[in-house]
């Protein structure tokens, strides 16, 4: 007996994704991995299992799928419509889809990437240590009608958690580290940067985000001529235009155009789920503030599974509402009903 | 606002310089150059057989070793002071091509349908097309450095006429396989995808192959010579297999 899920539709930026290929950037390779690996970290809590299993990322809407065997999920990440064989279904949370209940998601509500994590892992092949698609690369391709997700072997049967996620929709600010040119940038322009209210350009992808803003764009003087260096996710860079390009998980791993400076990794997921109508502000810190946020993020995700609890139904979903028994226990009769 | 993490120290090179959170590196020069990249791959060789706990992975760019590493357990100061010993311990600029270097020979399509801009690449040389091709078939290259997509090389260094500029606009789309020219160097396209470099000739070879035990081709200190082959023999070549025609020996 396999678990799987038989996808019956697929919206067209769905791709299998864990934490990336490690270890090939001297071969051209980047990571890649999750848009947004805290959702990863959340999924996992969710399912009480590990953070390194793959899951299934879904850019903007979900898909159909059926259950072909009793089957744990959890929905994390950009919240979408959700509904199991038509009743709706709380995001950020853990349920079971039972054998032959379809699991419908649809447009996302808030955010860009939506995630549905399997108890057990989706257990499609790995190739080169990880099941990421990385489609820059031609590593993958994006999940399509028809195709069936293996699961891994789930020890686990707790459902009906949830947790409340950390807090990455919606824009906001963006913490950034100086990089190896943000010195070929005048005073004056990474002031500018940084009063800048920015929108995610609405064709982003897992590769890099347009940002667009009003006014002038932030180019400088001998920008062209920068040697090909080293580019790290989170990367800013400036292209020919003056216009800021954030660096995803699955760019390219050297690049010519230079560099504003790096969004800080705790801080990526924030870029990431911007809608395009979000406004994103940057703000330069300095790497010894940097090491505090980041030690407080590390904090706060391995904390997660201690945040998950039982999700308070709501009556008006329980369909056998009447099969229950409401009335129990003691009353002591001065209750004002 | 303070911008030191990512100064040089000093101004001379090699120098040491953050990139983003949990990277560094370790540049030595600030242009291209045959000392500088042999220095970089040793040096990367060197912190490869270091394994320094805590340290994720390591790469090289043309003339600089990329580090990353967790800084919440291997805090930036360690590990400068970690490369800063490295660096000292010999002249790096002196040290030897990396060991096991292969000739390839890549037959090409110059120009054509295949290759359409070698008329306006040969024109920004300042050569006619015939002088073209041969200066670019004849040449001997060396893989610099991998990067930019799996297993793509950077290749040089092309006789001073082709110092020429990557062009103003994206080429939309160029495919896999393409040999491009700009700033003395070749690219050799492992993906397709949009560039600013000109496309002078067409080769059949796969350089990036994850369903092999040997996904990627080319190493760094390779050379290359990419061969003239007519567009009729290309099209065998390209039905042959990943190789497209390619042959290696081992140099010395």
């Known amino acids: ?337 | 606002m303070t911008l030191t993490t990512a100064t040089a120290q000093g101004g001379d090179w090699p120098c040491i310089r953050t990139v983003g959170f949990d990277g560094i590196l370790i540049s030595f020069a600030d242009r291209l150059s045959e000392p500088a990249n042999r220095a970089a791959l040793a040096f990367r060789a060197a912190v490869e057989r270091e394994s320094w706990s805590g340290v994720a992975e390591s790469s090289t760019s043309l003339v600089s070793c990329f580090v990353r590493f967790d800084p919440l357990g291997l805090p930036h100061a360690e590990m400068q002071s970690k490369l800063a010993t490295l660096l000292s311990a010999r002249d790096w600029y002196g040290a030897d091509m990396p060991e096991g270097r292969r000739l390839w020979r890549i037959p090409t399509v110059y120009g054509s349908d295949l290759a359409p801009q070698l008329g306006e690449a040969a024109q920004a040389a300042g050569l006619s097309e015939a002088d073209a091709v041969r200066s670019l078939s004849t040449t001997k290259v060396r893989v610099q450095t991998i990067g930019f997509a799996p297993g793509q090389p950077y290749l040089g260094e092309l006789p001073d006429c082709w110092d020429i500029p990557r062009q103003q606009a994206l080429t939309a789309r160029i495919p896999e396989g393409a040999l491009t020219v700009a700033i003395r160097q070749m690219v050799l396209f492992s993906v397709s995808t949009p560039t600013g470099w000109r496309h002078v000739g067409q080769t059949a070879i796969r350089l990036f192959r994850p369903e092999s035990d040997a996904p990627f081709v080319l190493r760094p200190g390779d050379e290359v010579l990419f061969p003239v082959v007519g567009r009729d023999a290309y099209e065998n070549l390209a039905a042959s297999g990943p190789d497209g025609g390619a042959t290696c020996e081992a140099i010395r």
Not at chain 1, 38 to 50: I, M, P, V
Not at chain 1, 107 to 119: F, N, V
Request: hydrophobic residues 40%; glycine residues 14%; contains cysteine.
């Open chain 1, 1 to 337: 007996m396999r678990r799987a899920l038989l996808i019956r539709r697929a919206g067209p930026g769905m791709t299998v994704q864990d934490r990336g290929r490690p270890g090939y950037l001297v071969e051209g390779l980047s990571r890649g991995g999750a848009a947004d690996p805290l959702a990863l970290s959340e999924g996992a809590a969710l399912l009480r299992q590990s953070p390194d299993l793959a899951a299934i990322e879904m850019a903007g809407a979900g898909g159909d799928f059926l259950a072909e065997e009793d089957i744990r999920i959890a929905l994390t990440g950009a919240e979408m419509r959700a509904t199991l064989d038509g009743a709706t279904l709380v995001w950020n949370a853990s349920h079971l889809v039972a054998a032959g209940s379809v699991l419908s998601i649809g447009a996302a509500r808030s955010g860009t990437y939506g995630y549905l994590h399997i108890g057990g892992g989706v257990a499609t092949p790995k190739r080169m240590g990880s099941r990421a698609a990385h489609l820059s690369a031609g590593l993958g391709a994006p999940l399509a009608a028809g195709d069936r997700i293996r699961a891994g072997n789930d020890p686990a049967a707790e459902v009906g958690r949830g947790l409340t996620p950390l807090p990455r929709f919606g824009g906001g600010q963006v913490r950034v580290l100086p990089s190896l040119q943000t010195d070929l940038f005048p005073q004056e322009v990474l002031e500018r940067f940084q009063q800048t209210d920015f929108h995610r350009d609405h064709r982003g992808n897992r590769m890099g985000m347009r940002m667009n803003s009003d006014g002038p764009g932030f180019l400088v003087e001998g920008a062209l001529s920068v040697l090909s260096e080293v580019i790290v996710p989170g990367d800013i860079q400036i292209t020919g235009d003056g216009v800021p390009f954030v660096l995803m998980a699955e760019c390219q791993t050297t690049g010519g155009y230079p560099r504003i400076g790096t969004v800080l990794p705790c801080d990526l997921p924030r870029v990431a789920q911007a809608l395009p109508g979000a406004v994103l502000r940057f703000r330069f810190i300095t790497l010894e503030e940097a090491m505090r946020v980041e030690t407080r993020a590390r904090a706060e995700e391995a904390a997660l599974r201690k945040q998950v609890k039982p999700l308070i139904r709501d009556p008006r979903d329980i369909p056998d509402l009447l099969s229950y028994q409401l009335i129990s226990g003691m009353i002591a009769g001065n209750e004002d009903m």
